[in-house]
């Protein structure tokens, strides 16, 4: 398994030209958001929503406002990675409240975890909120990357476009929720040069250090 | 390997008590970290370093600005995530030598990418900066905690630590680099009663919308 993930993450680069006639299966698809939907985040809360477009018109719409990148509009799929905008004591009570009914303890027993996460987001300015809330989504993404290149799927992780367009032609804004980033997936094109360029990254020794 | 990701995903839990007898290889703990150096990250340009820590001393000092949280002391090994403290034309210029030199491309010809790097870098404010090379640190988080978890290993996110005392502990300040997140690695302890509680996530339908 060890150099399987190497090698896969050796092999992932953000693809920048997809091959339009491959398109994933809605198994792969399905996979890929239930690796991102069991993915890590503070607490658990899991402050974000993972939106799949499959309508080809709001897919172009997209594409008008992520600057002219082809891949949004070329790429098999397309996930936007949004976060929560507000996260209050009513959304710490029902996460309390599932992990009360799905795991069989009461909720008595789970006030102190409950006092502990509320405590939390009341010490947070709303800024400070959601700062942390969309650095949980980038855990999502970490998640939906190492999961692709390993089931050989290629993905673009892209910070680039409209937020503002996207949040109003998604209707995230009415559902509580911000876009954060996108990921086109899919398979690359022959034609995409960039496929075989050297990955650029830090030697290990200066990514990390041992102390 | 579909299954694979998915039931490594489903394994995968925040471990609080790591059984002390037992230890990662050599080999494990730099395939994490090579995972984690190779995560992707906004323009590539990788805003982070990974501590790997080996002292014991050190250890026990971190455990103590860590909330009595024994899995700091206890796990198999310690990786902490920071990120850089300013990001600037020069670091940007670096990234792009370096790019020139491993691709064998004249810096002239990188000379687009290199502005609108730089343009993005000018256009924020030292603590959006700081906030968006945050974020970066948890895209490799998710390469971490998906890699162990293919792997096998054991491991447990953490934004509950002392910042402040783990940057003077380990002299981050003055590498420019401050911690954000951390995370034990090792093997669960089978006292640890936690691994068997449900996983509690939000139902597909409710993490994911289809548009």
């Known amino acids: 398994m060890t150099n399987n993930v190497i090698k896969a993450l050796e ?4 693809t920048k030209i997809f091959d339009t006639s491959k398109k994933l299966s809605d198994d792969q698809v399905h996979t890929l958001l239930d690796a991102m939907r069991l993915s890590a985040s503070s607490f658990g809360l899991q402050p974000w929503k993972f939106i799949l477009i499959k ?4 897919r ?8 002219g990148q082809i891949h949004v509009r070329d790429a098999s799929h397309l996930i936007v990675i949004a976060s929560k905008i507000d996260l209050d004591e009513n959304d710490v009570s029902a996460y309390v409240k599932q992990m009360s009914d799905e ?6 027993m789970l006030q102190g975890y409950k006092d502990m996460m509320v405590g939390f987001v009341k010490s947070k300015s709303k800024e400070d909120l959601q700062s942390w809330m969309q650095k949980q989504t980038y855990i999502a993404m970490g998640t939906l990357l190492t999961t692709a290149a390993m089931m050989d799927i290629d993905a673009c992780p892209m910070e680039g476009f409209d937020r503002v367009a996207f949040d109003k032609i998604l209707g995230l804004t009415e559902l509580g929720f911000a876009s ?3 990921c086109p997936i899919g398979y690359r094109s022959s034609e995409d040069q960039t496929a075989s360029y050297k990955k650029i990254r830090m030697p290990f020794e200066q990514a990390v250090i041992e102390i």
């Open 180 to 182: 954060q980033t996108i």
């Open 11 to 14: 092999w992932r680069y953000a």
């Open 103 to 108: 795991r069989g303890v009461p909720v008595e």
């Open 55 to 58: 309508n080809p018109q709001v």
């Open 60 to 67: 172009e719409e997209l594409f008008k406002n992520a600057f």
